[in-house]
């Protein structure tokens, strides 16, 4: 997998966007940027997967420049529920079997 | 469909005792790995599996065994628990496609005194 790095941790109000901005210089052709959240006691969850430009889901839009060497998790209105550790992972699965996390931002929403 | 089920959910052992945390899923997903998280941490990586009959280490692979018989269940084997070993284990699974994400299990926090 591609080295990442993000923020350690963030804060931010309810009710403001959260951009959440990864960094992967060493990005491969075929590799793909997927986010987790993880809410405390409980196991990480997929949120958003792209590979290039932008891509939305009901969760969450990812946004990737054309040189893909980092990528943006953006979060709409958040709010309380929104605390928790986000993820982000580069990789392809037929070649990196070994996925490895790193330590991920620590997002706290504040009232 | 239940995903990925891990058992138990908590657990406390002695140290030198052994036990096994049992994972299942009913995905038919053919990759399946063993994270620990230790409080405040990210997660690392224990033992993989990309199918039926192979498996293989990952970051911290001392002082566990996996095996992977079926499709469906990779358990996680700890023969002499230490209190180092005192964590929160988490069971993930998914296809072995180009860009398939992993499905999590909820854990099993795991004290040894």
């Known amino acids: 997998l591609a080295k990442t790095t993000q923020p350690i941790s963030m804060d931010s109000y309810e009710g403001q966007e959260v951009n959440i901005t990864c960094s992967h210089n060493?990005?491969?052709?075929?590799?793909?940027i997927t986010w987790y959240q993880q809410f405390p006691s409980q196991g990480p969850r997929f949120i958003i997967q792209?590979?290039?430009t932008k891509v939305t889901n009901e969760v969450a839009s990812l946004f990737i420049p054309a040189d893909r060497k980092s990528s943006t998790l953006s979060l709409p209105r958040v709010s309380l529920s929104d605390t928790a550790v986000y993820y982000c992972?580069?990789?392809?699965?037929?070649?990196?079997?070994?996925?490895?996390f790193g330590k991920g931002t620590r997002l706290h929403i504040l009232p | 469909n239940a995903g990925v089920t891990q058992t138990p959910k908590f657990q406390v052992l002695k140290t030198g005792q052994s036990m096994t945390l049992q994972c299942a899923q009913d995905?038919?997903?053919?990759?399946m790995s063993w994270y620990r998280q230790d409080p405040g941490m990210g997660l690392r990586l224990i033992h993989y599996?990309?199918?039926?009959?192979?498996?293989d280490q990952g970051e911290v692979p001392n002082g566990y065994n996996v095996s992977r018989s079926t499709t469906e269940d990779f358990p996680l084997r700890l023969l002499s628990a230490a209190p180092s070993q005192t964590s929160v284990y988490f069971c993930?699974?998914?296809?072995?496609?180009?860009?398939?994400?992993?499905?999590f299990g909820n854990g099993t926090r795991l004290t040894v005194t």
């Open positions: 992972l580069v990789g392809e699965r037929s070649r990196d079997d070994k996925i490895i």
């Open positions: 792209g590979y290039k």
């Open positions: 599996s990309v199918g039926a009959g192979i498996t």
């Open positions: 995905m038919n997903h053919e990759y």
């Open positions: 060493n990005i491969a052709t075929n590799d793909y």
């Open positions: 993930a699974s998914s296809r072995q496609r180009a860009n398939s994400p992993l499905h």
